[in-house]
């Protein structure tokens, strides 16, 4: 009988069969179909993990994984930016999950971390500075003369409901020499409304970048796959139920008395008895529990510059310094001539 021709003898061409495809799958090439091997012949998902630029991709996240404590807290809230997702864990286990809106290319989300101090039900909306020069001094123009003067249009504070203090008091915007003024020195802010742009809920967590998560008045961005249209803060889709998890945790606070809060809250400032600890994070891998890997876009370029900054010749990783003296014997390993039956061995790093 040839070899090959009975499907339930394990012959010699069977067996090379599997060493040929054990070596194109980066695992050892010994022809026994052990567990690994199973493993890849009836997982097709898993039969590319150690293609090179899988590989890279996994150190680039690896990298990542060191930037955050080794203990992360019981309970934390993380949002994964590329993925465009919030996650509440408690325990090690996620307990809540909902989809989040993040900054745009041009005013990324910051990835940090700090702890969140308070929830505040019916906020104000502090303009930033951004905002105020960028895209509301814009639509701030002159019309008339004459007799009865220059004046200006200002209809866009009020179609926003904006309103403007200066050293505390507040200030008609007709009294204001807009061709003059730094606007940066004056403070815009929108009342608290069924209008405002944050919706009913902010969750604080002070930072030096002045971002945070809130409700959105633009629910339909939740629909989309790629959701960047921010300015840099996290809009979450679900914010009522985000505060219920938070502070039944936190406060023990029903459900019924988050929903009060959430419909009938003016700047309601509820303080965290325990500070919960958030991280803002970029991971455009995951490895799934099944051992299989999800990736996603890299959104603002992230992955690009660490690959510049981390890896050298495409082998080398800066998280792990190579000796001078190791990299000047490993060139002159490479510039000697080999002899028959001499194996150079490479340092890894």
């Not at 996650?87 to 909902?98: H, I, P, S, W």
């Not at 967590?205 to 803060?233: I, L, W």
């Amino acid at each position: 009988m040839p070899q090959g021709s009975d499907p339930e003898l394990y012959d010699e061409t069977v067996g090379k069969a599997v060493k040929r495809f054990q070596t194109a799958h980066n695992t050892a090439a010994d022809g026994v179909v052990g567990p690994g091997t199973r493993r890849l012949l009836n997982n097709p998902h898993l039969r590319n993990a150690g293609n090179p630029a899988d590989i890279e991709k996994i150190l680039l996240n690896m990298e990542r994984w060191r930037w955050l404590p080794q203990d992360q807290g019981r309970f934390y809230v993380t949002v994964n930016v590329p993925e465009f997702m919030l996650r509440v864990v408690k325990d090690d286990e996620a307990v809540y999950t909902t989809r989040v809106v993040v900054g745009k290319t041009k005013t990324p989300t910051p990835i940090f971390s700090n702890d969140m101090k308070s929830v505040v039900f019916g906020p104000y909306w502090n303009v930033p500075n951004s905002i105020k020069t960028g895209e509301i001094r814009p639509y701030i123009r002159p019309y008339g003369g004459g007799w009865y003067g220059r004046r200006w249009d200002t209809r866009v504070l009020a179609q926003h409901e904006l309103r403007i203090k200066y050293n505390g008091q507040e200030i008609d915007p007709q009294s204001i020499d807009w061709s003059r003024v730094d606007i940066r020195k004056l403070h815009f802010y929108q009342p608290p409304s069924p209008t405002n742009v944050l919706g009913r809920v902010k969750f604080v967590f002070p930072n030096k970048h002045d971002v945070y998560m809130h409700d959105t008045q633009e629910k339909h961005y939740f629909n989309k796959t790629v959701r960047a249209e921010s300015h840099g803060c996290m809009r979450v889709q679900n914010p009522d139920e985000f505060a219920a998890v938070l502070l039944k945790y936190d406060r023990n606070w029903s459900a019924e008395k988050t929903r009060d809060a959430f419909n009938t809250g003016y700047d309601k400032h509820v303080p965290l008895n325990n500070a919960i600890p958030v991280y803002v994070t970029y991971f455009t891998l995951w490895v799934n529990e099944d051992g299989s890997i999800k990736t996603y876009g890299d959104l603002y370029g992230h992955d690009r510059r660490m690959r510049t900054a981390l890896l050298k010749n495409g082998r080398d990783y800066a998280a792990v310094k190579r000796p001078a003296e190791t990299a000047k014997k490993e060139r002159q390993a490479e510039m000697a001539p080999k002899r028959a039956g001499t194996r150079f061995a490479r340092t890894g790093y």
